[in-house]
């Protein structure tokens, strides 16, 4: 089965130090991993994803995120955090159900604070 | 929140009633999904459909059943609420109609907070 893990519960960084969320990930196949950011009171954005080609993906907010197939990797980072990036962040994974249909299946999610 | 609207957004209900929640979205994709959300759990699927009335589990589908008549509503009922299905519900969708478009990424709706006394 496919799955994700966020190893930590929090994330805290000094604004304008550049920040990594981490998340690990088991799949059968090639992996479609996604990063969302959730504020408070909101529902989940869409910041990333990763399906192909190059390692470093960008997205939105100026976050990006590294794959790395040896380590099972695909951690989240940003240059220069901002008191703004403060959220909870979510990884996940595309699963294919036995139909044939996708799925998302999520991590536990990283709360990111970051200090003036 | 891409055109999805979620009904109540805050709901308080006693152990034993009926309730359901109602995603509309006005995007026209294809596959909708709810999800509950927990601390320390993430997000769960509960169920999800791909497309009008058809519909299947997610991991925590107990105890919750869905509807969907049509494209644009997905229905999520608990038949008789308890207090372990209070949480945070959220909707999501993915695939807009139309050649090539992308499955995979989902979008999702503001939420409804749920309590269950």
């Known amino acids: 089965a496919q799955s994700v893990a966020q190893p930590e519960d929090q994330v805290n960084v000094a604004e304008g130090n550049p920040l990594t969320v981490k998340c690990t990930y088991s799949?059968?196949?090639?992996?479609?991993l996604f990063w969302y950011v959730q504020y408070p009171n909101r529902g989940l954005q869409f910041l990333l994803k990763?399906?192909?080609?190059?390692?470093l993906v960008k997205g939105s907010y100026g976050f990006e995120a590294e794959f790395n197939k040896s380590q099972t990797s695909f951690h989240l980072k940003k240059p220069s955090a901002l008191v703004s990036d403060s959220a909870l962040y979510f990884c996940?994974?595309?699963?294919?159900?036995?139909?044939?249909?996708?799925?998302?299946?999520f991590g536990a999610g990283t709360r990111l604070a970051v200090h003036p | 929140d891409a055109g999805i609207t979620q009904s109540p957004r805050h709901k308080v209900t006693e152990t034993g009633t009926p309730v359901t929640l109602r995603c509309h979205q006005t995007?026209?994709?294809?596959?909708m999904y709810w999800y509950r959300q927990d601390p320390g759990h993430g997000l769960r699927l509960i169920h999800y459909?791909?497309?009008?009335?058809?519909?299947d589990k997610g991991e925590v589908s107990d105890g919750y059943s869905v509807s969907r008549s049509k494209t644009e509503d997905f229905l999520l009922t608990l038949e008789s609420a308890t207090s372990s299905q209070t949480s945070v519900y959220f909707c999501?969708?993915?695939?807009?109609?139309?050649?090539?478009?992308?499955?995979?990424?989902?979008?999702f709706g503001p939420g409804t907070r749920l309590t269950v006394l």
């Open positions: 999501a969708i993915s695939g807009l109609a139309g050649a090539g478009a992308s499955t995979d990424t989902q979008y």
């Open positions: 799949v059968s196949g090639n992996p479609y």
């Open positions: 990763y399906i192909t080609g190059d390692n």
């Open positions: 996940a994974v595309r699963d294919i159900d036995s139909g044939g249909y996708n799925k998302l299946i």
């Open positions: 995007e026209n994709h294809r596959y």
């Open positions: 459909s791909y497309g009008v009335k058809d519909t």
